[in-house]
């Protein structure tokens, strides 16, 4: 049988023995990815348009509200491992839903925000965390399930990220009840409110906080020790490495959907940007699979980030008024970068985390994306208004012209040129994850990590009881 089928055939038997918990997982994470997406690539955008933000400060505020998602997740960490699963997908969904519907119905912009900085960060903090938790819970017995399983959870969030991109460009041209960016951030507060309602009626097949930890809950005493802990650190250092490229993502939000309107007028940006998750929905899963019995999944983990940090590339250098750079920098970053790195890093943080401590693990090691997150912002913000500012009379109405799919808009080859140079600034801080990752592999990569330190110790004892009762 070819390798090709073989593969195939691994990956649908993988599919059938996946336990009925993980699909109702896979489910909650698609909802809540619909309405993070639609609020996230439009955040910037939608402050500039209906509250007149400039760049920088629209990049700030999104910067300080990607923050407060990684703040937060701190002490949900904590809490996930204390409160168990069902309760906190229960409390993660109650402040999503009632934040996004503030967010959605609000005129007042210290309103909106103050539900967008604390309601969703608090709710994405639980909310995000715990689905993580429980995809490695109900897959840690086969590794080779626990791949295709991450892999999945990968591509059921970009189905929910396809809808709110091309529910962008839909609710820029429909009006029902609602119009424009409200509509479809009402259809976001909808999601999280149906997602309340599965996590209720969710039944976990073990109770209590027992199903996530196999020593019981951790005390204050415990989790401070997390920060003595060699496996912590490294985890941290792999975060750390990879804030370059994973800024890229961030840049994909703030800087992209301006920079198209703004280059290309009148564009679908909605579809552009939902290129990304259409194409990484068929190449997770195959990448996933394709690598699943690789063991050496760190170099898996640089050869995506760097060819991630170089996919800017084409719009850098080529300066033509077709969409063609975009879309081929685009593809390249999806279907060889991201489908590649970006399930191994998830993977690796929760396989290498200690038994007992994944909840406060995974709370713990994006604390480098705190101030990860408020550079991007910050520099997205900047970049755009050195490079590519708005147009002096400009009216800030995209609804008008977004119905040109034939691309027929005024194209300036010399604006194009300038707003190009974005790119540039945005591989070169991209391309440091790739190095900095290789030069300290050995640093990075133990030959025995903690966790199978602690299988090893536990294999042993059960070996030295049957001896003993024999």
């Not at 191994?344 to 909840?359: A, D, F, M, N």
Request: proline share 5%.
């Amino acid at each position: 049988m070819p390798r090709g089928t073989q593969h195939l055939k691994s990956f649908f038997l993988t599919l059938r023995q996946l336990p009925g918990q993980v699909w109702v997982v896979f489910l909650l994470h698609m909802l809540d990815s619909f309405a993070y997406f639609a609020i996230s690539t439009n955040l910037t955008i939608y402050l500039t348009t209906n509250f007149e933000v400039d760049d920088v400060t629209a990049g700030v505020y999104y910067g300080v509200w990607g923050a407060l998602l990684v703040f937060f997740g701190i002490p949900t960490g904590f809490l996930i491992d204390r409160l168990g699963i069902k309760k906190s997908l229960i409390v993660g969904a109650v402040f999503n839903s009632l934040a996004r519907t503030i967010f959605a119905l609000s005129d007042s912009l210290p309103i909106a925000l103050a539900a967008l900085f604390l309601g969703t960060t608090i709710g994405s903090g639980f909310f995000i965390s715990v689905l993580h938790v429980a995809v490695n819970r109900y897959t840690e017995t086969e590794k080779s399930h626990s791949s295709v399983a991450f892999a999945l959870l990968y591509t059921f969030m970009n189905i929910g990220a396809i809808g709110a991109m091309l529910g962008t460009d839909l609710a820029l041209e429909v009006t029902l009840f609602f119009e424009g960016y409200r509509l479809l951030f009402v259809v976001g507060a909808a999601a999280s409110i149906i997602s309340l309602v599965i996590a209720v009626l969710y039944k976990d097949k073990e109770r209590g906080t027992a199903n996530l930890m196999e020593e019981g809950p951790l005390t204050l005493r415990q989790c401070a020790g997390v920060f003595c802990e060699r496996e912590f650190w490294r985890l941290i250092s792999i975060n750390v490495f990879c804030i370059g490229v994973r800024s890229m993502f961030r840049h994909w939000e703030t800087l992209l959907p301006k920079w198209l309107t703004r280059v290309y007028p009148g564009v679908h940006y909605g579809t552009v940007l939902a290129l990304n998750p259409i194409l990484i929905i068929p190449s997770t899963p195959i990448v996933g699979t394709l690598t699943q019995n690789i063991k050496y999944v760190y170099w898996i983990l640089v050869f995506g980030t760097l060819v991630s940090a170089l996919s800017p590339l084409p719009p850098w250098l080529w300066i033509t008024p077709s969409l063609t750079p975009i879309i081929l920098s685009i593809c390249i970053f999806t279907i060889l970068g991201e489908a590649s790195y970006s399930p191994k890093l998830g993977q690796i943080t929760l396989e290498r985390s200690p038994p007992g401590k994944k909840g406060i693990y995974s709370g713990l090691i994006p604390i480098p994306y705190f101030a990860g997150n408020i550079f991007s912002g910050l520099f997205s913000g900047w970049l755009l208004d050195s490079y590519c500012p708005e147009l002096e009379g400009s009216s800030g109405d995209l609804s008008s012209g977004m119905n040109n799919s034939t691309l027929d808009f005024d194209y300036d080859p010399m604006r194009a040129y300038e707003c190009s140079k974005v790119w540039g600034w945005i591989m070169l801080t991209a391309v440091t994850s790739p190095i900095l990752l290789a030069v300290f592999y050995k640093l990075l990569n133990p030959k025995e990590t903690m966790t199978e330190q602690y299988h090893r110790f536990r294999e042993s004892e059960l070996d030295e009881y049957d001896d003993h009762s024999q």
